[in-house]
């Protein structure tokens, strides 16, 4: 008797503490559906995710789920930071990009900017194209008086130090003419368009982990909620229902997971 009003105590108290959590996924969800991190049905989906999972947590409608509601909306909490993370490395990746358009276009008044020109192999290095920075910021050395460019010769010496894979120094094709450029170049020494700044755009738009966690988090929590409530209603409609949530969920999950595809092939 007095364990049975402990354990619907804790249980009143977990789903009380579920919604300030869930409110902040909630906001979350709406910023990113907005800022166009992820779709505006996920987006939906996972506010109702957030706000069924606070429901259930107060008055699970099944009393087996329970348990399950308190894992999902534990499992909500502890994935969120890395799926925030995921989102904001994507917001940077967005800076730089702006970053490394603004230096092209300084170089394109002064093609002899050493600066510029540096500024883009550190850019391109940050987004993970390292042995072309690398061999980049080589070439520019020995333009490079040690008094003038202390920090930069530092950031080479850095990157020298680093043991890039091989892998990295592979040769680009270009955009615009497809030809391939060997790491060092800055402009595509057929055609002269900028490939690097197209290169690291694709990239950027390639590189979507959080949206996918989210995708794959919200259909998969949102059967976890609806799958055991469809066994309330009439048998032939229960069926249906859990047939139209994997549906829905198989579909989003898979529409996340070809953009990702669509953009690495740019
Ligand atoms: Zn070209």
New binding site residues.
């Given amino acids: 008797m007095h364990f049975d009003r402990l354990i619907n105590n804790s249980a009143a108290i977990v789903g009380c503490l579920a919604w300030i959590p869930l409110a902040v996924w909630i906001m979350a969800c709406v910023h990113w559906s907005i800022g166009g991190d992820i779709d505006v049905i996920t987006g939906v989906l996972g506010i109702f995710m957030a706000v069924g999972l606070g429901y259930e947590a107060i008055n699970p409608p099944v009393p087996q789920m329970a348990p399950l509601t308190v894992i999902a909306v534990l499992v909500t909490v502890f994935m969120f930071p890395f799926v925030r993370n995921a989102m904001d490395k994507r917001e940077l990746r967005g800076i730089d990009i702006e970053a490394l358009e603004k230096a092209y276009q300084s170089l394109g008044l002064r093609p002899d900017n050493i600066i510029a020109q540096f500024k883009i192999a550190k850019i391109l290095f940050d987004l993970g194209v390292c042995g072309h920075a690398l061999r980049i910021a080589e070439s520019l050395a020995p333009q490079m008086p040690q008094r003038f460019f202390t920090e930069e010769l530092r950031t080479l010496k850095k990157w020298q130090l680093l043991q890039i894979d091989a892998r990295f120094f592979s040769a680009i094709s270009?955009s615009?003419?497809h030809?391939p450029n060997d790491p060092g170049n800055i402009f595509?020494r057929?055609?002269?368009?900028p490939?690097l700044l197209e290169f690291a755009k694709g990239r950027v738009v390639g590189n979507r982990l959080g949206k996918k966690l989210i995708t794959t988090w919200i259909s998969l929590v949102a059967m976890l909620i609806g799958i055991p409530l469809a066994r309330l209603l009439p048998t032939a409609l229960s069926i249906v229902a859990v047939l139209t949530m994997m549906v829905c969920a198989i579909g989003l999950v898979f529409l996340a997971f070809r953009d990702t595809t669509g953009g690495v092939a740019n």
């Fill in positions: 270009c615009e003419c030809a595509c057929s055609c002269g368009a490939f």
